[in-house]
């Protein structure tokens, strides 16, 4: 039995995606076989994708994250700004399947809160991280800043 957190299980049923829950043991096992991994535990905070420990064949440790799948690009968008970024400003991607919507990551240790940073202490780190990923990327196949600027406003005025 995989457990999945309640925030990941809310957002699978609001974008119409109960089979990808019903199919993720399925598709964990396939991917601890075709990876050569070992899924542990899922991370709790988690939003947006199952997200799990991993052991590597050779002992080492990595994050195994599957999307929960939804309309448009969310899983090759994030493929793609991870492989361009290669680990400057966040987890370096280790492998991918984008149509499986899977990703192994490198593991980086304790999550900010965690640690127990205050927010105060947590948004400086995060807003540096992010301006280190977040820089144009010309004929990258991402949409531009405007671009998801519309769609946001599309999505709250819709929503």
Same mark, same amino acid.
């Given at each position: 039995?995989?457990?999945?957190?309640?925030?990941?299980?809310?957002?699978?049923?609001?974008?119409?995606?109960?089979?990808?829950?019903?199919?993720?043991?399925?598709?964990?096992?396939?991917?601890?076989?075709?990876?050569?991994?070992?899924?542990?535990? &899922?991370?709790?905070?988690?939003?947006?994708?199952?997200?799990?420990?991993?052991?590597?064949?050779?002992?080492?440790?990595?994050?195994?994250?599957?999307?929960?799948?939804?309309?448009?690009?969310?899983?090759?968008?994030?493929?793609?700004?991870?492989?361009?970024?290669?680990?400057?400003?966040?987890?370096?991607?280790?492998?991918?399947?984008?149509?499986?919507?899977?990703?192994?990551?490198? #593991?980086?240790? &304790?999550?900010?809160?965690?640690?127990?940073?205050?927010?105060?202490? #947590?948004? &400086?780190?995060?807003?540096?991280?992010?301006?280190?990923?977040?820089?144009?990327?010309?004929?990258?196949?991402?949409?531009?800043?405007?671009?998801?600027?519309?769609?946001?406003?599309?999505?709250?005025?819709?929503?």
């Amino acid at each position: 039995m995989i457990e999945v957190p309640a925030v990941v299980r809310n957002k699978a049923a609001a974008v119409g995606a109960s089979n990808w829950l019903e199919d993720l043991p399925a598709l964990v096992a396939g991917l601890e076989r075709d990876w050569g991994i070992a899924i542990g535990r &899922p991370f709790a905070g988690a939003t947006e994708a199952f997200v799990a420990e991993a052991t590597l064949a050779g002992g080492g440790l990595a994050v195994l994250k599957l999307m929960v799948p939804r309309d448009g690009d969310a899983a090759r968008h994030e493929t793609i700004v991870l492989r361009l970024v290669n680990g400057k400003g966040c987890a370096r991607l280790l492998r991918s399947d984008e149509a499986r919507g899977a990703m192994l990551l490198e #593991r980086l240790g &304790p999550s900010l809160h965690d640690l127990g940073l205050p927010l105060a202490q #947590r948004l &400086p780190i995060l807003v540096a991280a992010a301006a280190r990923v977040w820089r144009p990327a010309p004929n990258a196949g991402l949409p531009t800043g405007a671009d998801k600027g519309r769609w946001l406003v599309e999505f709250i005025t819709t929503t």
